[in-house]
């Protein structure tokens, strides 16, 4: 695993996958294991710069928890722009890793080729609070098991809460994941089993809850990117619904949004049309 050190020190990591044009993915969490969650994932003619953000992989954390606030995570792109020497850079963000893509774009929209932004949300409000309901009453509705499923992610939530040693922690965090998956098989299963018992940093999530629970807004100052954008959902997404997706598409120049039909959250690992849909999206020119 490739590694270097920042202006101020502090160690970074990566994984380097394919041969081509480089694309760099930042992972879902914060604090899921990077290689476990893009493992088997390939563009062609692309060559995937496989991220690990602060406290992931070799990545040192930072010394305070503050540290894992979004600005702290853009920091860390830019280190590794500069360090690949590349004057900008091809970004590809799932979930959280979307939030960060999309908060270093607003930063730093001059060092951004072309951006992709998949299941990511933007800020936390009562209209996210109300797709998410609605996301749930339709993956009921829709999925054969997907009420038990939304019954055992909650029991995971709350057990994530009051988790004392790590091996709760990852069981839990297990049952939440049971609706990432829309359409489930055993693949997918060993998938998310193998996800969710990798090195995961458990102190990453809260930080990040409270910060948007405190009112981070990543749609301010989004008419500063001037990249292509593409902003991709799944119809059956529990996390971050369609229409919250929607709203960041459009407060972007140009962006456009695709919705991946029968894929939930995690689209990379389920959806057919996604590798097409992104190695044609970043094959275009740049912006």
């Not at 101020?8 to 990566?14: A, C, D, F, H, T």
């Not at 270093?104 to 309901?133: K, Q």
């Not at 969710?196 to 500063?224: I, K, Q, S, Y």
């Not at 972007?252 to 959806?271: K, P």
């Amino acid at each position: 695993m490739p590694t270097f050190v920042t202006g101020s020190g502090r160690r970074l990591s990566y994984d380097l996958v394919g041969e081509g044009t480089p694309v760099v993915l930042l992972p879902a969490g914060p604090g899921l294991d990077p290689r476990s969650y893009y493992q088997n994932t390939r563009l062609v003619s692309f060559q995937l710069v496989v991220f690990y953000p602060r406290g992931t992989g070799l990545s040192d954390p930072p010394v305070d928890p503050e540290g894992y606030r979004i600005s702290g995570y853009v920091e860390d792109v830019e280190e590794l722009r500069a360090h690949l020497g590349l004057e900008r850079l091809m970004l590809y963000g799932s979930s959280h890793g979307a939030s960060t893509a999309l908060a270093y774009a607003v930063r730093f929209p001059e060092r951004v080729r072309r951006l992709v932004l998949a299941n990511g949300p933007a800020r936390m409000d009562a209209d996210l609070a109300a797709g998410i309901l609605e996301a749930h009453q339709h993956f009921a509705a829709r999925i054969p098991d997907g009420a038990e499923r939304l019954r055992i992610a909650e029991q995971g939530r709350t057990a994530l809460r009051t988790a004392i040693t790590d091996r709760q922690r990852h069981a839990a965090l297990r049952a939440m994941m049971d609706t990432y998956i829309a359409q489930l098989d055993e693949p997918r299963r060993r998938f998310l089993d193998r996800l969710c018992a990798a090195p995961t940093n458990f102190t990453a999530p809260a930080v990040m809850a409270a910060e948007m629970v405190n009112g981070l807004d990543l749609l301010l100052g989004a008419d500063r990117i001037t990249a292509p954008a593409l902003v991709v959902g799944g119809e059956f997404d529990v996390r971050v619904p369609g229409a919250h997706l929607q709203q960041i598409a459009g407060a972007i120049r140009g962006a456009h949004y695709v919705e991946l039909a029968g894929a939930g959250h995690l689209v990379h690992r389920e959806s057919a049309e996604w590798e097409s849909l992104v190695a044609g999206f970043l094959a275009g020119p740049a912006g």
